[in-house]
């Protein structure tokens, strides 16, 4: 591999564009789309992104299944299980587990003539957009294989019987 082939894995790394990555390789920005994708089907240049992004999934420890399983966390949160709704406050207990999908809890205190008025906030991550990405992963939302698919319909002509009589 080149000087700068190496470069364009070391930039391709932070943020998987190939564009910006040739750019920032010091390849010309007229021609960074076409170099950066032809880059990418380079044997030995892709065989070293996978390397790369394979060594670094193991150091940081994320990695595909780490990241279903944060969101499976989201996605299948009761919020009652971990909310006191009346007090919108966490439930004394909440497992770990739980408590990973919660994003804030936030209070408030406002001073008043008869004593302080006490807001409470507890929001969880987006349930929705959890949801979503696992469906995608898991192929679905993708228009189906089945709906893709012509439908075949064969009309058949009953023969029709005449009495005669």
Do not use: W
Request: charged letters at 30%.
């Amino acid at each position: 591999m080149t000087k700068k082939q190496k470069r364009f894995v070391e930039e391709y790394l932070i943020d998987l564009n190939a564009t910006q990555a040739a750019i920032r390789a010091g390849y010309s920005p007229g021609t960074a789309k076409e170099i950066g994708c032809e880059n990418l089907t380079k044997p030995n240049i892709s065989a070293e992104v996978a390397r790369a992004m394979a060594e670094r999934s193991k150091r940081t420890g994320v990695n595909a299944e780490r990241i279903i399983y944060e969101l499976a966390k989201i996605a299948f949160l009761n919020p009652a299980d971990v909310i006191n709704m009346d007090e919108a406050t966490i439930r004394d207990g909440a497992s770990r587990e739980d408590t990973a999908a919660i994003a804030s809890v936030k209070v408030k205190v406002i001073p008043g003539d008869d004593g302080d008025i006490v807001e409470r906030e507890v929001k969880t991550y987006d349930k929705i957009k959890a949801l979503e990405l696992l469906g995608k992963h898991n192929g679905m939302f993708t228009g189906s294989k089945d709906t893709d698919k012509p439908i075949q319909i064969t009309f058949v002509k009953a023969s029709e019987k005449h009495d005669s009589g």
